[in-house]
């Protein structure tokens, strides 16, 4: 508890925000100012008045929130905090991707590099996938990437036959598809629900499909009372919150030393390394000026799109 009083007091002092996704540890969850997925992330990083943003998330999450606020101070906890997505999608290899595709429109996964990002039209996440793709008319021609399971599943519902990157996710790629269906058998009445970075097969057996944000907002409205929940477990935390009443069951993968699937970079994420680099403003995220205009572009584009597709 004087961890966390120690960190607000150090955010309020600082003129700081403390952003964080609902993949990391619940006792980070619960001191955070905003709490969302990527969508909502970039949306509060763009609109904040603070001085210097903590981002409890990941790399690719810390450098959109400083391309989108270049002047303020953008701290990540651990520098460590990767992502195996945009590590599947290095900048050279998908410049020449690009080139060996032209007249394409290269739609890009928030999930990425900055570098990435500057190589590309406009910026999706799961959340806002849908309208982004379906924004452009039906016959252009569109790269989409890095993630091959987010773009499949995005095709199949568009009728769109975007080529795309062949790169994934660990934590969604791994979900065991034998053992959620015993837990199924186990659990007849549940439902099951799934993010669109899983697998074709996991997908297909799932009731609801939506980004993680949609996934909790479905779990709160639906009547069902028993879930099975085929993402990162972190946001589990927020679903027992809302709906105390009912039971969540995290999907297994397919390590057999554990029933959940847990991203290994988020869990980085911790109260003393908050509190460290808030206390010594270290592990600043940068930024290089040039692929931050370039990338600039691409996310205040997407931005634009989910602030019209909201209101439509």
Same mark, same amino acid.
Request: hydrophobic share 40%; charged share 25%; with cysteine.
């Given at each position: 508890m004087e961890i966390k009083k120690e960190i607000?007091?150090?955010?309020?002092?600082?003129?700081?925000? +403390?952003? @964080?996704?609902?993949?990391?540890?619940?006792?980070?969850?619960?001191?955070?100012?905003?709490?969302?997925?990527?969508?909502? +992330?970039?949306?509060?990083?763009?609109?904040?008045?603070?001085?210097?943003?903590?981002? @409890?998330?990941?790399?690719?999450?810390?450098?959109?929130?400083?391309?989108?606020?270049?002047?303020?101070?953008?701290?990540?906890? #651990?520098?460590? %905090?990767?992502?195996?997505? %945009? #590590?599947?999608?290095?900048?050279? #290899?998908?410049?020449?991707?690009?080139?060996?595709?032209?007249?394409?429109?290269? *739609?890009?996964?928030?999930?990425?590099?900055?570098?990435?990002?500057?190589?590309?039209?406009? *910026?999706?996440?799961?959340?806002?996938?849908? #309208?982004?793709?379906?924004?452009?008319?039906?016959?252009?021609?569109?790269?989409?990437?890095?993630?091959?399971? +987010?773009?499949?599943?995005?095709?199949?519902?568009?009728?769109?036959?975007?080529? +795309?990157?062949?790169?994934a996710c660990h934590v969604h790629q791994e979900f065991s598809l034998e053992k959620i269906l015993k837990l199924k058998n186990e659990n007849l009445t549940a439902k099951i629900l799934a993010h669109p970075e899983c697998s074709k097969p996991i997908l297909t057996i799932s009731d609801f499909i939506g980004s993680t944000s949609a996934l909790l907002e479905f779990s709160v409205k639906d009547d069902s009372q028993i879930f099975i929940v085929a993402t990162e477990s972190g946001i589990l935390h927020q679903m027992k919150k809302e709906s105390p009443l009912k039971l969540f069951i995290p999907a297994p993968g397919e390590n057999d030393s554990c029933d959940c699937n847990d991203c290994k970079y988020m869990k980085l994420n911790s109260l003393k390394k908050i509190y460290n680099c808030l206390l010594h403003e270290s592990n600043q995220i940068f930024v290089e000026t040039e692929i931050a205009k370039k990338a600039l572009m691409p996310i205040q584009r997407m931005l634009e799109i989910s602030k019209f597709t909201k209101n439509d």
């Open positions: 607000r007091e150090l955010l309020r002092n600082k003129n700081a925000i +403390l952003l @964080a996704h609902y993949y990391v540890d619940a006792e980070v969850q619960d001191i955070a100012d905003f709490l969302g997925d990527s969508l909502a +992330l970039s949306q509060a990083a763009a609109e904040t008045n603070a001085d210097i943003i903590v981002f @409890a998330g990941v790399h690719f999450m810390a450098e959109t929130a400083k391309i989108l606020c270049p002047n303020k101070k953008v701290l990540l906890p #651990d520098l460590d %905090a990767g992502c195996s997505l %945009a #590590d599947s999608c290095q900048d050279g #290899d998908f410049e020449n991707f690009v080139k060996e595709n032209p007249e394409h429109v290269v *739609i890009s996964y928030v999930n990425t590099t900055a570098r990435v990002k500057a190589l590309s039209d406009v *910026i999706c996440t799961s959340s806002n996938a849908k #309208d982004i793709v379906e924004s452009f008319p039906e016959n252009q021609k569109i790269i989409f990437g890095p993630d091959r399971n +987010l773009g499949d599943y995005i095709n199949k519902i568009t009728g769109r036959s975007m080529k +795309l990157w062949n790169g």
